[in-house]
């Protein structure tokens, strides 16, 4: 209460309540009385009015009244002065009954000047806000800033994210544009308005207004994949820039905002569902615990970190090869979760005696094992690489959790895993295999999570093409036929999360992908968002498959059973059992053959322990 009797601006409005309350009760007696106030109630008229003013002043004070500001009068505060007038009135009605009965008062005054409170005091305030938002012509001569700049904007969407974003448009003299006209595809809405903003058709007929607008804001936090790709081709036929506002979930975190419109991404086409999180589940395996993150300076492990940190883990082991990703990854951390303990590990997983240092100085309860070799067409050409960092390097991270006595080591495993037919995928295969082996002779519950392509992930697709576009070279596309199934990176970490709350030993979790995606569809909408034209303005080039490429992946091996969570995205696989020991000398011989640096006989044995495997190798 303090802070608000220190406000210069305090006393202004205490003033104009004043005399809004006192004009109020005058005004009550005048319409009670045809305006000739008989000589008695004037006498009364003066009497109750040196109290009642100061008391419905209290009454407002103490309800909060002058706590806002008017400039941002809304509906809650006209509830608010609602709720005070009628307070303030009833009280005064009850003590004129208790002390003298209503004898030589009119009841009706009490009940005028009550409704000419909550209309003075709510109007002055509304009168306000909109003179300050410039909504009435009359004020515009007071309006303090012109942006030279302003741009007509057509919004998409006559819903609440739009009505927001309108309000603010409105509200702010400095935002830079100036809201003509809504489109919805809403029938029940047309010829209706929004804040005086009409909204004259649907999304269909946006060219019919091609000429009234410079910009296209889509207020559709809902849409999803089909709907938001209709919605951006109608836009880019009008060859004018187009935004949106952020998803549902930011929305429900009050993010909505023109400062937050954003141009339309690749994620807003694909139309992802929200992930919904059983954030109970995880905070029990994570809070106050000790997780180690092996590849932490990579896309997935970067955003494990993140997503983790909200656990409020004890500590935090960030373990990466690349000096460069882990010495960002720390400052990030150190920046945005500084009162978590993390600890930076340079190193190389395929070093066991490394390996066990860390597991010796950081003692983790939680294993999250993302690093690995993952760019197909080079593991293909070095596949004794792909060994030893996918199959040693796991082996050795596996057996000293093991060791170690940690509570939950979760795999970050890849669709290539599935029939493979790289030598990647084949070792990605083998580490399934490994942590398959561990259950039921260490008290460490071992599981993987198996998914498809991470959109914007180090040497995926999109960040080529992206940079292809931007350079203008034609973007390369190895087979009009080839697809993939792509989520993002925050959707794959949190699915990582809750597949690692889930397990209880032995599974492989595959996150739900939903439908893939031909690779070249994906090319022509990332030109299309970049504002150029596919095939006229940016060509595409097919290249042909690359070595251990295919043109389909897949999630599902033949034969494994695959059972329903209590979780929508994610599925389960009860993982074989492998003989621990006899798959170790596999390993073994796999890693003597790696060292031969001999790729035919390494593939060779490879398929030996991965029958599934289909290596492209010369007899």
Not at 170 to 184: A, G, M, S, V
Not at 563 to 587: M, P, Q, W, Y
Request: aromatic residues 10%; contains cysteine.
């Amino acid at each position: 209460m303090i802070h608000i009797l220190r406000r210069r601006n305090f006393y202004l409005m205490l003033l104009i309540d004043a005399a809004l309350v006192a004009a109020a009760y005058t005004l009550a007696f005048l319409l009670r009385f045809d305006g000739h106030i008989p000589l008695d109630h004037y006498v009364k008229l003066k009497e109750t009015m040196l109290f009642i003013v100061p008391f419905k002043l209290v009454c407002f004070f103490a309800l909060g009244l002058y706590n806002g500001m008017w400039r941002y009068t809304s509906f809650i505060d006209l509830r608010n002065v609602f709720r005070a007038s009628t307070f303030s009135s009833v009280v005064i009605v009850l003590s004129i009954l208790y002390l003298y009965h209503f004898q030589g008062y009119s009841r009706s005054v009490y009940i005028i000047d009550w409704l000419f409170t909550f209309l003075l005091i709510g109007g002055v305030r509304i009168t306000i806000r909109f003179a300050l938002a410039n909504r009435f012509p009359f004020f515009w001569t007071f309006k303090r800033h012109v942006n030279p700049s302003v741009k007509k904007a057509l919004i998409i969407g006559a819903g609440d994210a739009g009505e927001k974003i309108l309000k603010e448009m409105q509200e702010n003299p400095e935002i830079n544009f100036e809201p003509i006209l809504f489109l919805d595809d809403n029938l029940s809405k047309q010829g209706q308005a929004i804040h005086g903003i009409p909204v004259l058709g649907t999304v269909d007929q946006i060219g019919k207004f091609q000429t009234k607008f410079d910009e296209i804001l889509i207020a559709v936090p809902s849409a999803r994949g089909e709907q938001m790709r209709r919605i951006v081709d109608l836009c880019e036929k009008t060859g004018k820039r187009f935004r949106t506002v952020p998803g549902i979930m930011e929305i429900i975190e009050g993010k909505v905002s023109v400062k937050a419109i954003r141009d339309v991404t690749l994620e807003d086409l694909l139309g992802r569902e929200e992930v919904r999180l059983d954030e109970d589940e995880i905070k029990r395996y994570l809070n106050n615990r000790r997780i180690l993150v092996t590849g932490a300076g990579g896309s997935i492990g970067s955003e494990l970190v993140r997503q983790i940190c909200r656990f409020r883990p004890q500590a935090l082991a960030v373990l990466d090869f690349n000096e460069c990703n882990l010495s960002r990854l720390e400052m990030e951390c150190a920046q945005r979760f500084g009162s978590i303990e993390v600890s930076g590990f340079l190193m190389d997983i395929r070093d066991r005696l490394s390996v066990s240092q860390v597991f010796r100085e950081f003692s983790p309860d939680v294993v999250f094992h993302a690093a690995a070799y993952k760019h197909v067409p080079i593991q293909e050409l070095n596949p004794w690489e792909a060994v030893y960092n996918n199959v040693q390097g796991t082996r050795n991270l596996v057996e000293e959790a093991s060791k170690s006595q940690v509570e939950r080591f979760v795999l970050v495993s890849t669709d290539k895993a599935v029939r493979p037919s790289s030598a990647m995928g084949a070792t990605k295969r083998v580490g399934e295999m490994l942590v398959e082996s561990m259950n039921g002779s260490t008290k460490t519950r071992f599981m993987a999570v198996r998914f498809g392509n991470v959109i914007g992930s180090s040497g995926s697709a999109i960040p080529i093409f992206q940079e292809q576009i931007s350079r203008g070279y034609p973007v390369t596309v190895t087979h009009p036929e080839i697809t993939r199934y792509f989520m993002s990176v925050k959707e794959a970490a949190q699915l990582i999360l809750q597949a690692g709350a889930m397990g209880e030993g032995s599974e492989i979790f595959i996150l739900d992908m939903g439908k893939p995606m031909r690779i070249v569809d994906l090319a022509k909408d990332l030109i299309c968002l970049s504002g150029r034209e596919p095939e006229k303005d940016v060509p595409i080039q097919f290249t042909g498959l690359r070595p251990g490429e295919k043109l389909y992946e897949e999630l599902i091996t033949e034969g494994e059973g695959i059972v329903v969570t209590n979780h929508e995205k994610v599925l389960v696989l009860r993982g074989n059992s492998f003989d621990r020991d006899a798959l170790n000398a596999d390993i073994d011989a796999l890693l003597s053959v790696a060292d031969t640096r001999d790729a035919t006989a390494i593939k060779k044995k490879l398929r030996e322990i991965v029958p599934e495997y289909t290596p492209q190798y010369q007899e």
